[in-house]
């Protein structure tokens, strides 16, 4: 009964989330059609896309989960089964999606979709460019957060670095405020850092804000960013397995 009473409160939490984005970007349109060739329509969906669809996962769990193993030891239980830790870690959130997908997810855009309506995919190619994007919005995410949540091994309280890494993904990935609202300066260097993989190019591929050319290109850039941030996880997760070895668990 308090699990269901989670759930509703975590869906609950959620939507008014999406609605208070919603009834911000309709005061800043107030009297707009549109701002920088972007409408509200644009930021209604926009705001469903990056605050529930892409916001399904949250690094918390994930940081928590791995400071809470190392604090207690239970880290070390894993050297002994026959998987690798990371690849324990992601199927775990692959659960986590899955559920966070249908108890959440789904809920909000069909209340959303309800009261604002929803702008379909630019196209059938921008729509499936969109799953590809939201598999590597994904993927980003959780190498994010593994790289931040390994690190526990050295500096211990994990709840430092889960602040760090929520506020500033927040902000980077486009997740609150899009990209192209961005100064010129700023958005030209976040949108090379992987936080916008997680949130801005995913939505902005959905609204055609992209051609195809381009979101083909940052698509394979995007693969970059996952392949270093993996070498990351790599490198922390190996020299974390030595350090508990040699502490002897």
Known sequence: MAYRGEVWASLFGRLVEVLARIAIWSAVFTGKPSV????????????LIAGTVLGAWEPGYLIN??????????????????????????????????????????????VIGMIYGIQPPASVAHAMLFLAFWLLSFSVFFLLATTIGLLSF????????????????????GSIVPLWFFPSALASIARFLPFAWISYYP???????????????????????ALVLAGAVGLLWSRARHRIVVQGG
């Open 65 to 110: 989960e791995v400071g809470k193993a190392v604090k207690t030891g239970d880290v070390a239980v894993h050297l002994l089964k026959p998987f690798h830790y990371p690849l324990y870690l992601f199927a775990v959130q692959l659960g986590n999606l899955g559920f966070s997908l249908i108890a959440l997810v789904l809920p909000v855009i069909a």
């Open 36 to 47: 920088d060739g972007v409408s509200l329509s644009d930021m209604i969906t926009y705001s």
């Open 203 to 225: 939505a902005a591929v959905y609204l055609g804000k992209l051609d195809l050319f381009d979101a083909g290109l940052m698509l394979v850039v995007g693969m970059g960013w």
């Open 154 to 173: 050295w500096i211990m309280d994990a709840s430092s670095l889960e602040w760090f890494l929520q506020g500033i993904m927040s902000f980077l990935s």
